[in-house]
């Protein structure tokens, strides 16, 4: 990789925001991005392990795999990670399956850095629809912030989808 794809894209520079670098997921990236993972109190043990197997066919086969996975990093620390692809069977709609900052680095950025710079990867590679699932739980509100704060609009609420009084919510967002 040479050094100007190294670091991709930073956030505007506020006072309490970070800066981190976005760039591919790396094998050594693997334990960090697995802690972050079980320090999320939001996911269950069967939610980490879909995570998990994602993860391990991302670092199999690469972006092959349907996945492409980035990390956000500042000072050789992972603080996050988003995981998109394009929606089998479609032209140009691409799903965002997972997003998870570190606890740690929660609300200070990195989430919405990480979005933006996967919505322009999907532009470049054509794509025009970006979705984004996500529980009704309300330990999801902080996520659903963010994503209406980058004009993602709800479109879809399947009532007990994932368990009787947690739905699923839809979020779409056309890219220009």
């Not at 980490?48 to 972006?63: C, K, M, R, W």
Request: glycine letters at 6%; hydrophobic letters at 35%.
């Amino acid at each position: 990789m040479s050094s100007s794809s190294k670091n991709w894209f930073s956030s505007p520079s506020r006072a309490t925001m970070l800066t981190p670098t976005i760039r591919f997921m790396k094998n050594e990236d693997r334990p960090a991005i697995l802690q972050i993972l079980h320090n999320t109190p939001e996911f269950r043990p069967d939610e980490i392990v879909v995570a998990e197997e994602v993860l391990n066919d991302y670092l199999q086969d690469g972006i092959r795999s349907g996945y492409h996975v980035l990390v956000a990093e500042e000072d050789s620390s992972i603080l996050g990670y988003i995981c998109f692809g394009q929606t089998p069977l479609t032209e140009a709609t691409w799903d965002i399956y997972w997003i998870v900052t570190s606890r740690d680095y929660q609300q200070k950025g990195v989430g919405k850095t990480l979005l933006k710079f996967a919505e322009e990867k999907i532009k470049q590679a054509g794509g025009k629809i970006v979705v984004v699932e996500t529980s009704s739980r309300p330990e999801y509100e902080k996520a659903r912030r963010l994503y209406r704060s980058l004009e993602y609009r709800l479109t879809c609420r399947l009532v007990d989808f994932y368990a009787a009084g947690d739905d699923k919510l839809v979020f779409v967002k056309r890219l220009g």
